[in-house]
């Protein structure tokens, strides 16, 4: 299965052709599709059996993706966020986690520092962006957060949280830091779907949000992946080049 560029996400916003992935990892859910004079291979992160964020499998996912041929990755993401309303679409520009128990790189018997002074891909990003604002949606920037789950956040977690990023959410690492350690261009696309730390967080509504987004979410991807540019001239390509001990 072939692709120009991997989607990552739980919603569905590109359909097609279901097929698996088979990887060192573990096999992986992917619909193949064409956007743009491009082929397009969307991954469900949380898979048939839709796994919680911290049991995902995240190395098979970017590895499934390696093995498509593409080099650039867009993911979704849902978040609570501590700067914009229900319904917004941030693009972070970079990442803090506060992860446990999750297997966050590919090489366990080698000492391989990647660099992640721009965690994400500024090609994808400024694609993103700008997909957002002709959609009509005036993006957002700021810095992902990513706690273990699988619940929600205290109020003197977000309290935390807000000194040191914009939004809060469960499944934004360790994919950007595995998709760096293949040289993969990687960028996100976060829905925000409630507010962190303004009260109880109702399920019905994240999903009700996720539901009357999906199509400004495709329309936003659909032109993201027209607007990528054909050849990379971004650092991604060479995170390996002087990384190894
Ligand atoms: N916190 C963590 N993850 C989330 C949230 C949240 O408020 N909303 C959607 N995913």
Do not use: W
């Not at 499934?64 to 917004?88: E, L, Q, Y």
């Not at 993006?139 to 706690?147: A, N, S």
Request: hydrophobic residues 35%; proline residues 5%; charged residues 25%.
């Amino acid at each position: 299965m072939h692709a120009d560029v991997v989607i990552i996400g739980r919603v569905l916003t590109h359909g097609g052709e279901k097929s698996k992935i088979s990887t060192p990892y573990g096999n992986v859910g992917a619909f193949s599709s064409r956007i743009s004079g491009r082929d397009i291979v969307f991954i469900s992160r949380h898979g048939d059996d839709h796994l919680p964020p911290h049991r995902v499998n995240y190395r098979a996912i970017i590895c499934a993706a390696a093995f498509t041929g593409a080099d650039r990755i867009i993911a979704i993401n849902t978040v609570g966020s501590m700067i914009s309303p229900p319904g917004s679409f941030v693009i972070p520009n970079d990442f803090i986690e506060f992860t446990k128990s999750r297997v966050s790189t590919f090489y366990e018997d080698r000492a391989v520092h990647v660099d992640m002074s721009e965690p994400y891909c500024p090609e994808i990003r400024a694609a993103l962006m700008e997909s957002c604002r002709a959609e009509g949606h005036e993006p957002y920037e700021g810095v992902y957060v990513c706690t273990e789950g699988p619940h929600l956040e205290t109020r003197a977690q977000i309290k935390m949280l807000r000194c040191f990023g914009d939004v809060v959410g469960m499944t934004g690492y360790p994919e950007v830091v595995l998709a760096r350690e293949r040289a993969l261009c990687y960028a996100s696309i976060c829905l925000v779907t409630n507010t962190a730390g303004e009260g109880q967080i109702d399920i019905d509504q994240i999903v009700s949000v996720e539901r009357k987004s999906r199509s400004a979410l495709a329309r936003i991807i659909e032109r993201a992946v027209s607007r990528i540019p054909g050849q990379r001239s971004c650092r991604c390509s060479r995170a390996l080049e002087n990384a190894e001990l």
